[in-house]
T-cell receptor, first 115, second 114 residues
C-alpha cells in the first residue's frame, strides 16, 4: 500500500516569497491533516479536512496560509508571503475515518527554510 | 480538554539496556493513545496504539506500552536498546468523535550509547 506522498521534500525561499506544498493521502482515506513542526517541537495541527470540507482550521494563520482539497483527494498548502518563523517541516497525514481508535499516517514531510 | 506530557525531553541509554520513555495524559473521555517515532529527516512512523482492548500493547521493533488509567500514564518500554532506536519519540492522545483531533507531546529524544 502506498503511503502519504508529499512534495517538494525541501524548499528554500526568501521572506515575502510564496511557496506551495502538495500532498496525496493514502487511497481511500477521507481525512487529511496538515501539521507544522518547528525544530525541537511536536507537530501542531494547521488544518484538518474531511473529504473536501474543512473540519478544523483554528490554528491556521489565515492572513498568510491557505489550504484546499478540492476533489477530496490530494491537497495543497500555500504560504504567501512567507516569514522567517515559517521555517519548519510541514507534515501531511491522513486517516480512514474520524472515529475512535482511528490512526493517522504521516508523509515524510516538506522541509521549508525561509531566509 | 486533552493534553499529553512527556516527562523527559532527553533520555540516554547504553546499547542493550532497557528503554523507558514516560508519558502522562489528560482526557475527559476514554482516550486512544499512540506512540510515534521520528528518525532524523523522516516523517512520523506509528510504533503502537491503544484503543480499548488489552492494556499492554505491543508494537513494532520490540516496543510495548502499558495503559494505566489510574495513573493516567502510557509509558513506552523496550527490554534492550539498539543503536537504530535513536530517534525522537512522540506520545499522542485522541478522543475520537466528530473532531478526532490528535494532541502531541513535546517529544523525547532518545540517544543510544554504544
Amino acid at each position: 500500500e502506498a503511503g502519504v506522498a508529499q512534495s517538494p521534500r525541501y524548499k528554500i525561499i526568501e521572506k515575502r516569497q510564496s511557496v506551495a506544498f502538495w500532498c496525496n493521502p493514502i487511497s481511500g482515506h477521507a481525512t487529511l491533516y496538515w501539521y507544522q513542526q518547528i525544530l525541537g517541537q511536536g507537530p501542531k495541527l494547521l488544518i484538518q479536512f474531511q473529504n473536501n470540507g474543512v473540519v478544523d482550521d483554528s490554528q491556521l494563520p489565515k492572513d498568510r496560509f491557505s489550504a484546499e482539497r478540492l476533489k477530496g483527494v490530494d491537497s495543497t498548502l500555500k504560504i504567501q508571503p512567507a516569514k522567517l518563523e515559517d521555517s519548519a517541516v510541514y507534515l501531511c497525514a491522513s486517516s480512514f475515518h474520524r472515529g475512535r481508535g482511528n490512526t493517522i499516517y504521516f508523509g515524510e514531510g516538506s522541509w521549508l527554510t525561509v531566509v | 480538554a486533552q493534553s499529553v506530557t512527556q516527562l523527559d525531553s532527553h533520555v540516554s541509554v547504553s546499547e542493550g539496556t532497557p528503554v523507558l520513555l514516560r508519558c502522562n495524559y489528560s482526557s475527559s473521555y476514554s482516550p486512544s493513545l499512540f506512540w510515534y517515532v521520528q528518525h532524523p529527516n523522516k516523517g512520523l512512523q506509528l510504533l503502537l496504539k491503544y484503543t480499548s482492548a488489552a492494556t499492554l500493547v505491543k508494537g513494532i521493533n520490540g516496543f510495548e506500552a502499558e495503559f494505566k488509567k489510574s495513573e493516567t500514564s502510557f509509558h513506552l518500554t523496550k527490554p534492550s536498546a539498539h543503536m537504530s532506536d535513536a530517534a525522537e519519540y512522540f506520545c499522542v492522545v485522541s478522543e475520537g468523535g466528530t473532531g478526532n483531533q490528535f494532541y502531541f507531546g513535546t517529544g523525547t529524544s532518545l540517544t543510544v550509547i554504544p
